[in-house]
């Protein structure tokens, strides 16, 4: 998906030099008027493109949106040498981690792009570039902004919330947290201005109506909001909707994709070393118990015979040769996440007979024997479904033992306490705002 047009790409992503999260001290270039990078559909579509370019930054490809919430749970373990990386490992991040303030960095760097899109489109003036398909173009780009700022609000709880381009210099840049109700706020006002306005996808590789109302189901089961929930999850999968048609992993709803021209290292990153690959990030013991005999899915997550090591098998582009050009997509959202939040909501409703279809077409898909929930086994029972039908596919493990209140039970014996509830901010980032205040976290 990298912009075509070179040139308009450097006038774009200049705009993204002086995000909120990194500010390096570097000589003002906001002399370039914002006016410039985007005037006409080909322009719009293009910084669009830019977008989703930065969603495929490499340090989130791998560390963001995948492996640091991996470490800092019972999912995956820290295989590698760098220090960064096994801090989360230990469950032991200190504010001045780096690869966590690349992250960080990286996620702004998306939502200052994606505020120039929402900010600039609207009052492009051509000829034939409707209204609608700006709507369209701006639409994406808040589909966009909301997943990272959900990202962000899951890992890191209170962030700062910037709805304008930042292509300035100085004050304008200390930008105070915003509290997890506003933060939750202007991510569903994002996402429902994505489903109202965005077309129809011919790729679950687009935002779409589907992915942005999949994406609300997800924030109300995160919110607690059970009868949105369910009702969200309902209306993605249709009237009818049998899992057990679908194989596993064909159901996406919106995936990162790539290409060889434009590819990822996580094969590499997952791949053991008898195939060429790093091994920077390994199944947990508790990943590998998790999944019964008899689990289809295991034979497509997990090798555990092969060699003296075991690894995950979502990324299978293991080979040294494969890094940096290997097309693995990320799985951000599958109807098998619709259909187990349409069970949960239905279980904490009361409505055990609904939660157990839904539940069980997950289970029957991967070959297993069906389960009745009831009001004693269904948080269990859904938390452990939940931990094997997503394996290294993102964050889900970790805000699921937190959403539900079992992180320190779970993970209290890999040394998870009340205080790892929240990931510091980066400390370069609270030194250089006045306005920003570090979090209460461990090592703060």
Not at 7 to 14: D, N, Q, R, T
Not at 97 to 114: C, E, K, P, Q
Not at 339 to 360: C, H, K, M, P
Request: hydrophobic share 45%; aromatic share 10%; net charge negative.
């Amino acid at each position: 998906m990298k912009i075509n047009n070179f040139l308009i790409l450097m006038a774009v992503m200049s705009l993204g030099l002086f995000s909120c999260a990194d500010l390096e001290d570097v000589s003002p270039i906001n002399s370039i008027p914002t006016e410039a990078a985007i005037t006409s559909e080909a322009s719009a579509k293009a910084a669009l493109n830019g977008v989703y370019s930065e969603v495929q930054d490499a340090t989130l490809v791998f560390d963001g949106w995948l492996a640091l919430p991996q470490f800092f749970s019972d999912e995956a373990d820290a295989t590698g040498t760098f220090p960064t990386r096994l801090e989360f490992g230990n469950l032991n991040v200190f504010p001045a981690n780096g690869t966590m303030a690349s992250v960080f960095t990286d996620l702004y760097d998306v939502i200052n792009v994606a505020n120039n899109v929402i900010t600039l489109v609207p009052g492009v003036s051509e000829d034939g570039f409707t209204d609608a398909e700006k709507n369209n173009i701006v639409a994406e780009a808040k589909f966009l902004r909301a997943m990272c700022y959900l990202h962000l609000t899951t890992l890191w709880q209170e962030v700062p919330l910037v709805l304008t381009p930042t292509s300035d210099v100085g004050d304008v840049l200390n930008v105070s947290v915003s509290s997890q109700d506003d933060l939750y706020n202007q991510i569903k006002t994002d996402l429902n201005d994505a489903a109202t306005n965005l077309f129809t996808a011919t790729s679950n590789f687009r935002a779409s109506q589907q992915a942005a109302n999949a994406l609300l189901a997800r924030v109300a089961l995160y919110q607690g909001n059970w009868a949105e929930a369910q009702s969200k999850a309902e209306g993605v999968l249709g009237a009818g909707f049998d899992l057990t048609t679908v194989p596993y992993l064909d159901d996406q709803i919106y995936s990162l994709n790539f290409t060889t021209n434009d590819g990822n290292n996580l094969g590499f990153f997952y791949g053991p070393s008898d195939l060429g690959g790093r091994y920077s990030i390994g199944p947990n013991p508790a990943l590998i118990a998790a999944f019964e005999p008899g689990d289809a899915r295991f034979a497509v997550t997990l090798d555990t015979s092969s060699f003296t090591t075991a690894y995950g098998l979502k990324y299978p582009s293991f080979e040294a040769a494969n890094a940096g050009v290997a097309t693995d997509p990320i799985y951000f959202i599958r109807h098998a996440e619709m259909v187990l939040i349409a069970a949960e909501a239905a279980a904490e409703q009361g409505d055990f007979a609904t939660a157990s279809t839904y539940f069980n077409q997950v289970r029957t898909r991967a070959g297993l024997a069906d389960i009745t929930l009831d009001a004693d086994n269904y948080v269990d029972a859904i938390l452990k479904e939940r931990f094997t039908e997503f394996a290294f596919e993102g964050p889900q493990r970790l805000i699921d033992l937190r959403r539900r209140g079992k992180a320190e039970e779970v993970l209290g014996p890999l040394g998870y306490d009340a205080c790892d509830a929240v990931w510091p901010l980066p400390q370069r980032d609270v030194d250089r705002n006045v306005n920003l205040q570090q979090n209460n976290c461990c090592n703060c």
